[in-house]
């Protein structure tokens, strides 16, 4: 059965760093995609980054380009967000999901990703 757990969500001060997870199981990373998303109350779920499972390929919105790095290590089947210079505009739940065939025209589109986990908190507050 396919899962994804995310982890390491919490509390940070502006300009603080933070490091998410995405511990999966069900499938290997090299055969399907990995995206972060996030959703703030009030907005709709948007796309932070991708890595593309065949070839190792990272997408990145253009609001957290250069401040967050995503990363796979495929033996233990996990994906890593690391986040740093985190703005309040980044406080949202953070999800990972799975999904294939992914590329730069259609890897912030939800209904491509057929995994989800259940999110992470993160608030970036003084």
């Known amino acids: 059965q396919v899962q994804l757990v995310e982890s390491g969500g919490g509390l940070v001060q502006p300009g603080g760093s933070l490091r998410l997870s995405c511990a999966t199981s069900?499938?290997?990373?090299?055969?399907?995609?990995i995206g972060w998303f996030r959703q703030a109350p009030g907005k709709e779920r948007e796309g932070v980054a991708s890595i593309i499972g065949a070839n190792g390929i990272r997408y990145y919105a253009d609001s957290v380009k250069g401040r967050f790095s995503i990363s796979r290590v495929n033996a233990k089947n996990t994906v890593s967000l690391q986040m740093s210079s985190l703005k309040p505009d980044d406080t949202a739940v953070y999800f990972c999901?799975?999904?294939?065939?992914?590329?730069?025209?259609?890897?912030?589109?939800?209904?491509?990703?057929?995994?989800w986990g259940q999110g992470t908190q993160v608030t970036v507050s003084s």
């Open positions: 069900g499938f290997t990373l090299d055969a399907y995609d």
């Open positions: 999901a799975a999904g294939r065939y992914l590329g730069r025209d259609n890897w912030t589109f939800s209904n491509f990703y057929n995994y």
